[in-house]
């Protein structure tokens, strides 16, 4: 089939990956976005693969009975909610499936018992933080460019547009935090716009105002970082006017950015008002316990709040630890499932390759009081040896949370070699964590999974997995 070919009556059978849906036609496969499970569409072939065609939505011909109205009026244009336009039960219930058949396909299980979707307390307003990008001339949509008699270039502070890192579209309204930072977003680009602050512009690089990050905790507090090339009065003005009109703002920081990229984990900080931190808090459903977390300008920690508590509610009930037991948590990050069930055991041990991470980690633990907990920074499989284990003790429960990639064989043959008894396996690709647990069968038998919803209108999720020890 020729790139450029135009396919009708296309179905839409299923979800895919970043966002996409899978369509087929005839025994051919196609991978496209804009459309969802049940519509009949047209499309256009884009780059033939080996096993499916990457294609482009060109009309949806048949509506699909599980479409809805998205909440967004930029959902066409911004990719970062691709299914708004899908029933979020059906959501749900293709995410399971998807994540069912990719334990049972690649790592080859059966018999484990495949609990139901735990979908996410809340469908819009559930991010604790957010990134949005200055420009000095934005991105405008097929829309603005028709309806206007003339195209005029103006700043815009948004969301890139996928793919692109030079275009940026304008949001004056997102559905992804509560809506105050709606409003100091969008003051501050007023405020600018009328102060004739420069926008970064990523061609030139030149420009003041680069980037804007917003974060907030459950009990409204917020904390403002801005990312500038250049810490001029007029920035230090403006980021004086917004924490005077935002009370509610606890900790803004200027941060100096003159790299090409966007990163700002390496730049330096200045704390302009306030703390140089915002406290969360996650509360025990058995005990009513609480457990804080230090939040700083760079730290990592979960962005759905609400549905992070109820997942480390799962892993603290899953693990089932006794207050005999050694409890090893590998990928730690901040601690944060670490110190959530150190109540349980007799010592937990944290093993995190980031190194400021792991110092966050201590400070939440001096700050819950927790003395039962060490944390050690390296890369997993350097710091995860045979010697390590030797010199901290076998693990009766070990408790991992790795990143995309999944883990490296030599860290999984080492928790074979420890065999702790129980193994909670939280990961945010089911497919390589079933590629993991397929090289754990000879020791371990997988009990049950159960799928976590943290991202709705993505195609992301997470997976909650426990292991036995086979004649334990």
């Known amino acids: 089939m020729k790139k450029g070919s135009i396919v009708e009556g296309v179905e839409i059978v299923d979800i895919g990956v970043k966002g996409k849906v899978i369509g087929k036609k005839e025994g051919q496969v196609y991978m496209l976005t804009g ?42 244009h911004c990719g970062g909610c691709n299914w708004q336009n899908f029933q979020y039960d059906k959501q749900l219930e293709l995410k399971g499936l998807k994540v069912n058949q990719q334990i049972r396909r690649l790592g080859g299980f059966e018999g484990f018992e495949a609990i139901d979707i735990m979908g996410a307390p809340e469908q819009y307003f559930y991010r604790n933080k957010l990134e949005f990008t200055f420009v000095d001339q934005r991105w405008l949509t097929p829309e603005e460019i028709k309806n206007s008699g003339e195209i005029t270039r103006q700043p815009g502070l948004g969301f890139h547009v996928p793919g692109r890192f030079d275009w940026v579209l304008h949001i004056d309204k997102c559905h992804l935090l509560n809506d105050t930072h709606n409003h100091i977003r969008n003051f501050i680009y007023e405020t600018a716009v009328a102060k004739n602050i420069s926008f970064y512009s990523p061609h030139g690089q030149v420009g003041t105002l680069r980037n804007m990050v917003l974060r907030s905790n459950l009990a409204g507090e917020w ?143 001096a700050l819950n009081g927790v003395e039962n907990t060490s944390f050690f920074a390296g890369d997993m499989k350097d710091i995860l040896t045979s010697e390590f284990i030797a010199q901290h003790g076998k693990p009766d429960v070990l408790i991992t949370d790795p990143p995309r990639a999944g883990m490296h064989e030599d860290v999984v043959n080492r928790i074979l070699e420890a065999e702790p008894k129980r193994v909670v396996y939280v990961s945010c690709d089911p497919a390589t964590q079933a590629r993991d647990m397929a090289l754990m069968k000879e020791k371990y038998e997988l009990v049950k999974i159960q799928p976590v919803d943290m991202f709705p209108h993505t195609s992301h999720v997470e997976n909650v997995a426990l292991l036995i020890l086979k004649n334990a």
């Open 223 to 365: 904390m403002l970082l801005l990312m500038v090339k250049d810490k001029s009065d007029d920035v230090r003005a403006l980021a004086a006017e917004v924490g005077e009109k935002f009370p509610e703002i606890k900790s803004l920081f200027l941060v100096h950015n003159t790299k090409v990229n966007d990163n700002y984990s390496d730049c330096p900080v200045e704390l302009i008002k306030g703390e140089d931190h915002i406290i969360e808090s996650f509360e025990r459903v058995n005990d009513g316990g609480k457990v804080k977390y230090i939040i700083g300008p760079k730290s990592f920690f979960q962005t759905n709040t609400k549905q992070a508590q109820n997942l480390y509610r799962l892993v603290y009930d899953w693990a089932d630890i006794k207050p005999n037991e050694l409890v090893y948590d590998l990928y730690t990050g901040t601690g944060s499932i670490a110190l959530f069930v150190a109540d349980k055991a007799k010592h937990v041990v944290g093993v995190e390759y980031v190194p400021e991470a792991i110092e966050d980690a201590k400070k939440n633990a």
């Open 35 to 76: 459309a969802v499970p049940g519509d009949v569409v047209t499309v256009q072939v884009r780059k033939n693969k080996k096993s499916y065609k990457e294609a482009m939505l060109k009309s949806v011909d048949q509506l699909s009975a599980d479409r809805t109205t998205p909440e967004c009026a930029f959902f066409e």
